[in-house]
T-cell receptor, first 117, second 114 residues
């Protein structure tokens, strides 16, 4: 099955700096890569996603890049703010199974991002 | 717009007691539904998923079960809780039939088994 590795496990930056979180995946058939942000005591919220036919996607201060050959993808946050502090999860989704439109989403272990004012 | 509700938000139960966590989705029809468990604030483990009423698939063997009595209702249960069942339980939904539909999570239930 799919295996997703996420690094670093913790990341501390100063306000205004950039933050980069990297993930690798094992299943070359995976074709969808979302990123989630989880604040304390809440469920994860989707912040950006990328599909395998795209190499880069940007949404204001966040961007995701995908290298399918190397099987890795990264989240980039520029001009970080204290409210960016949270746990970030990457995930990878493989092919749908049996025509049920369910494709298992495998999550990385998360990165605790702390942005210091 | 679509919303997902989970309750209760927190729960403390003694070992051996039963469990019932409920999740409902509004604003969409025929969603895929999921139960995840998150231990120690990290790592999301898929427990169950459902592609329709009465259709439940289990990802890992465990002390828990799931049911989907209605299209937008998903219930996580146990007959007798174990200490190891403590954790943060998250319900999620995605669009059935849509390629690479993202997961939308509820705000979770913090379960402590004492």
């Amino acid at each position: 099955g799919e295996n997703v590795e996420q690094h670093p496990s913790t990341l501390s930056v100063q306000e205004g700096d950039s933050a980069v979180i990297k993930c690798t995946y094992s299943d070359s058939a995976s074709n969808y890569f979302p990123w989630y942000k989880q604040e304390l005591g809440k469920g994860p919220q989707l912040i950006i996603d990328i599909r395998s036919n795209v190499g880069e996607k940007k949404d204001q201060r966040i961007a995701v890049t995908l290298n399918k050959t190397a099987k890795h993808f990264s989240l980039h946050i520029t001009e970080t703010q204290p409210e960016d502090s949270a746990v970030y999860f990457c995930a990878a989704k493989g092919e749908d199974a049996g025509g049920t439109s369910y494709g298992k989403l495998t999550f990385g272990q998360g990165t605790i991002l702390t942005v210091h004012p | 717009s679509q919303t997902i509700h989970q309750w209760p938000a927190t729960l403390v139960q003694p070992v051996g007691s039963p469990l019932s966590l409920e999740c409902t989705v509004e604003g969409t029809s025929n969603p895929n539904l999921y139960w995840y468990r998150q231990a120690a604030g990290r790592g999301l483990q898929l427990l169950f998923y459902s592609v329709g009423i009465g259709q439940i698939s289990s990802e890992v063997p465990q002390n828990l079960s799931a049911s989907r009595p209605q299209d937008r209702q998903f219930i996580l249960s146990s007959k007798k809780l174990l200490l190891s069942d403590s954790g943060f339980y998250l319900c999620a939904w995605s669009v059935l039939g849509a390629l690479n539909s993202p997961l939308h999570f509820g705000n979770g239930t913090r379960l402590t088994v004492t």
